[in-house]
Every structure is written in structure tokens, then in C-alpha cells.
């Protein structure tokens, strides 16, 4: 993997892990015909579809209507590593599309790339669930 700031943006490439956490998140079920590549700024994975065209996606909810083109930034040195951050994820504990707070704050907590597997995975079938009543909520 590979990680650091380019520009404003903190993105993780997975490269050689790809195609493994790919499954772990269920990406290719939720956006059938893409692949996972990466993560951008914490929030958003990088995805890429056929043709080698690459797009952002929110990690939760994680819907294809929410993709967005995306270019990588260039940097002729690679990424800036950041030790503070390195090998960690910044997690909304309680996710943006249920109401979390994005502010930086009690919501927000660092955990590892396996945390953010079963977290994701977690709150994408949570949002599944709450969008189709079967949690007892009306259907939105």
C-alpha cells in the first residue's frame, strides 16, 4: 500500500491488497463492474470501472449514483507521508448519512484498515436495512 498527502487530499492506495479488501468491503456487489483502488481523504473509496476511468464513492452510503469522476493528483515525488495518520483511517463513529457530525470532534475516532472493513461493511447493510424497513423503521 501506499499513502500520504497529495495536495489537500490523503489517499491510501491499496495496489497489491486491492483486490482482497475489494471483497471484504462487498464492493463489487454494491457497484457491480468496478474495482476498488483506493481511499481518498478517508471518506470516499477510489474506484475504477472497465475502461480504466477512476471515480470517487462515499464509503457509507455506498450507492453508484454517488460517483463521482475523479483524477489523481500528480506529484512528480510521490505521496508526503504523514506519521501521525500513517496505517490509521479517520471513522465518523456515527456515519454523515445517519447524521453524523463531520466536524472533527467527539464523532470522529482513528482506526485501523481492518476496523474500517467491518465498519463499512456494517453500516452499508445498516443503511440497506433502514432504507427497506426491515429494522422496523418506514421505508424511506
Known amino acids: ?18 483486490a482482497a479488501l475489494d471483497r471484504a468491503y462487498g464492493l463489487s456487489t454494491a457497484l457491480p463492474g468496478y474495482r476498488l483502488v483506493g481511499l481518498r481523504s478517508w ?8 475502461t480504466g476511468a477512476r471515480f470517487t464513492v462515499p464509503t457509507v452510503p455506498l450507492l ?17 507521508p504523514d506519521a501521525k495518520v500513517r496505517g490509521r483511517i479517520k471513522w465518523y463513529i456515527t456515519p454523515i448519512a445517519f447524521g453524523g457530525d463531520p466536524k472533527l470532534g467527539d464523532n470522529v475516532t482513528w482506526i485501523t484498515l ?9 453500516w452499508n447493510k445498516k443503511y440497506h436495512d433502514v432504507k427497506e424497513g426491515r429494522d422496523g423503521t418506514p421505508a424511506a
Open 1 to 18: 500500500m501506499t499513502e500520504g498527502w497529495y495536495g489537500d487530499d490523503y489517499l491510501i492506495l491499496f495496489e497489491e491488497r486491492a
Open 43 to 50: 471518506d470516499d473509496f477510489i474506484v475504477e470501472d472497465s
Open 64 to 80: 453508484q449514483e454517488h460517483l463521482a469522476p475523479f483524477t489523481a493528483p500528480k506529484r512528480p515525488t510521490g505521496p508526503e
Open 114 to 122: 481492518e476496523q474500517h472493513t467491518a465498519l463499512v461493511t456494517w
